[in-house]
């Protein structure tokens, strides 16, 4: 009895690529299609001469199991240098191999999340992939054994992406790939330093490793280990893993080629605050030219290595970071920031009204207006209203009193300081009726 279950059908790779690149299923005329090519094929197969491809092929989720005709991959690809064939149903790299050796331009090559787990690869399989640059095996559970098959025959590799494979450990493989530049490793369970000194030996020509969302707890080579190990590596990504101890930054200076550091998410950092964070770290790490994402200017270094010096210098103490002593060797010891207030300044001056004589602190950002409605208050002052005088304490003498008429005057442009006085006269009643005529 047949199935019409999709579950159950096997889709190969020449029929996905026959039904999706099929022009009958573009709304454009013949070889219209942005990024569609028709390839010139041997006459007899209808299908063959009418079918357009581009020369990045996106294959994924299309429940492909396997590979077809081969003598058809290689008349429809042999012009593709990009294959996508993530979310598939590929667990045997027979079929794998079949596909990629008869794609003979093919750089980058992504199987993730195919169910590789327990695939075997064999070595004379294995030598198609020579040609490929970039490879993604992102959540395929790939085994240590198939990852080290797979760059042993690919000379070229240049970047490997091993995320979301359960690792918990790295197994050793007895050679070296010196062509790969970037490993992401990212979101598996890798505890322990000793495995990624074996990723240092497999992979010696690391520009970029990139270690986010592991478990790793420490970095425990010495300086000439690591100097060893990583010769090459510019950038390292540690976010989100254990790291514990200033202990772990320092050793990062170690790596005599390292200038750029991500280390968001640790538990070291979290007793700080976010200032606390960027410059103590960039202080810890004085090659670094981005940290967390950003670019460091030379002022930006200088300000943290200065907050360094005093940050420890508050908190005393006999057990001083050696960084520390190197700091305060090019800067000296600091003294503490001045605590600058920065709230509107309050004026002393004396209030003369009659014989009384009142101290009045005077907050200068406001007017002629609210300085009689504050002395209306603490004076009592007549209904009839009152003339205010600004005396100049230094220049009374040559200047006399000046009359503050306008209401809507602020206080600061009289300059006033400490110590000057503002006298207080009732405004006779004959000017007060001829203002009130007016």
Not at 198 to 220: D, F, R
Not at 322 to 340: C, F, N, T, W
């Amino acid at each position: 009895m047949e199935s019409s279950s999709d579950e159950e059908e096997v889709h190969t790779f020449v029929q996905v690529i026959s039904d999706k690149y099929n022009p009958d299923n573009f709304p454009y005329s013949k070889g219209q299609g942005l990024g569609i090519v028709m390839l010139p094929t041997p006459p007899g197969s209808p299908v063959k001469d009418r079918l357009f491809l581009p020369s990045v092929l996106v294959l994924n989720d299309c429940n492909i199991s396997k590979a077809g005709e081969s003598s058809d991959i290689a008349v429809f690809c042999g012009h593709v240098v990009e294959l996508d064939l993530s979310y598939n149903q590929l667990s045997d790299w027979e079929e794998i191999s079949t596909i990629v050796s008869n794609i003979p331009n093919l750089d980058f090559l992504n199987l993730s999340m195919n169910p590789l787990c327990g695939a075997h690869l064999e070595p004379a399989l294995a030598h198609c992939f020579s040609r490929v640059r970039r490879l993604v095996l992102i959540k395929t559970h790939i085994s240590w054994g198939t990852v080290h098959t797979l760059t042993r025959h690919t000379p070229e590799l240049e970047e490997l992406f091993l995320c979301l494979n359960d690792f918990n450990t790295v197994e050793h493989s007895g050679w070296a790939c010196p062509s790969v530049r970037l490993l992401q490793i990212t979101d598996n369970r890798l505890q322990l330093w000793v495995h990624i000194r074996k990723l240092g030996l497999m992979y010696p020509g690391l520009t970029s490793l990139v270690l986010a969302n592991n478990c790793l707890l420490s970095v425990e080579d010495q300086e000439e280990a690591l100097r060893r190990l990583f010769p090459n590596l510019r950038s390292i990504n540690l976010n989100n893993s254990g790291l514990s101890k200033w202990e772990d930054i320092e050793c990062l200076n170690f790596l005599p080629n390292l200038v750029e550091v991500k280390a968001q998410g640790i538990p070291l950092l979290q007793p700080y605050s976010t200032e606390e964070r960027r410059n103590l770290l960039l202080a810890q790490l004085p090659s670094v030219l981005l940290l967390n994402g950003s670019a460091v200017s030379d002022g930006e270094r200088e300000d943290a290595e200065r907050f360094f010096i005093r940050y420890y210098q508050e908190r005393g103490g006999h057990e001083l970071p050696q960084r520390y002593h190197i700091l305060v060797s090019k800067y000296g010891e600091l003294a503490p920031l001045a605590d600058v207030d920065l709230r509107p300044r309050c004026t002393i001056v004396e209030v003369l009204w009659g014989e009384r004589v009142e101290s009045l602190g005077l907050g200068l950002e406001q007017t002629v207006g609210d300085l009689k409605k504050q002395l209306r208050s603490l004076l009592q002052l007549p209904s009839q209203g009152v003339r205010l005088f600004y005396i100049n304490r230094d220049m009374c003498s040559v200047l006399g009193p000046e009359e503050m008429k306008c209401g809507s005057r602020a206080l600061h442009s009289y300059s006033i300081r400490d110590g000057d006085q503002i006298l207080v006269v009732p405004r006779s009643k004959s000017r007060s009726s001829s203002s009130s005529e007016q």
